[in-house]
């Protein structure tokens, strides 16, 4: 249809404009592992020292559903009401929250949604379903990627990430790493390069045909 | 699956400790990537993995790289840190891998911050 090739044109036109304007690249959350990572750093900031991550991507009832665990301080019910608010944050530098609403977006335009639980003292977890072949779903992204700068970015904290793809299952838990390393720490290089590799090769077979 | 292996483990763990026992234990220079949301949605991620690559490229040991949450500037996402052993520490604003290249070579490698890039320059104390 010519009107709809008219408007993606001028809609391109804009978003490269934009982009220009700026001096950089078009600033957005491309894709769901930088929701991840984002949820994942709120939890470090709320003082985790345990993340768990879980993918599950269920192609036969055609669901993918992401969940983001820590064991932080938690949010009191008051601010767990208002949490998906735009302009809610726990932040003192800028006013402005925007992670969680920013992936409920996310959600939402994959028919789906984002939900959180949150007990003061013991943690909080998000849980983002959408449907896995819906047309504006995101894409999974880098999620090795992910990972390795939580770990690396967070030595103290531990993480374990779960993804599973229609039976096939890939696992990392940091705390089993942790300690078969002794005193090495994880941001080591050498242990990061290996965790990479090992991250790299495990999502390849997960997705593998 | 790919299994962590035990014996992998342990290799790097031997290794690591006898490069410990050369190594003097402090780090010589550390790298902080902004990871708040307002970074992750310019590109901190990329500039993440950018460093890591060149760490492991070079095979250096005594630099480390970190994430920080965010400062207050989004607009200047995304944003790094740069301290150098007895140096002050230098943040480095509007990043893309080509700014990040010349901070590691000029900066983390040679020691001479790159001022070209810097979030400031001088000091608000002393008005003139």
Known sequence: ?209 | MPKISIQDLKKIKEKERARMVLREGEYRAKITVHMGTCGIAAGAREIMTYFRDRIGQENLTDVILTNSGCAGLCAKEPMITVELADAAPVKYVLLDKEKAQRIFDEHVLAGKPVEDYALARGSETRAT
Do not use: C, W
């Open chain 1, 1 to 209: 249809m010519p009107a709809r090739t008219a408007d993606e044109s001028s809609n391109r036109r804009i978003s490269e404009r934009g982009a220009q304007r700026d001096g950089q690249r078009f600033r957005h959350m491309e894709d769901l592992s930088l929701h991840i990572l984002d949820v994942a750093e709120n939890g470090i900031s709320a003082g985790a020292d345990l993340i768990k991550i879980a993918v599950e991507e269920d192609l036969r009832r055609d669901t993918l559903t992401i969940t983001i665990e820590d064991n932080g301080r938690g949010m009191e019910p008051e601010f767990l009401a208002k949490v998906l608010d735009p302009f809610v944050t726990t932040r003192t530098t800028r006013k402005v929250g925007l992670g969680l609403s920013l992936f409920q977006q996310s959600a939402r335009e994959a028919e789906g949604d984002l939900e959180i639980r949150s007990t003061p003292g013991q943690g909080t977890s998000v849980r983002a379903y959408m449907s896995h072949s819906h047309i504006d779903r995101k894409p999974m992204g880098n999620m090795a990627e992910t990972v390795i700068t939580l770990i690396e970015g967070n030595p103290d904290t531990d993480f374990v990430y779960n993804h599973i793809k229609d039976g096939r299952k890939f696992v990392l838990d940091t705390r089993e790493i942790r300690e078969e390393l002794e005193e090495i720490p994880l941001n080591n290089p050498e242990v990061i390069r290996f965790l990479r590799e090992n991250l790299i090769q495990g999502l390849n077979e997960l997705n593998e045909p």
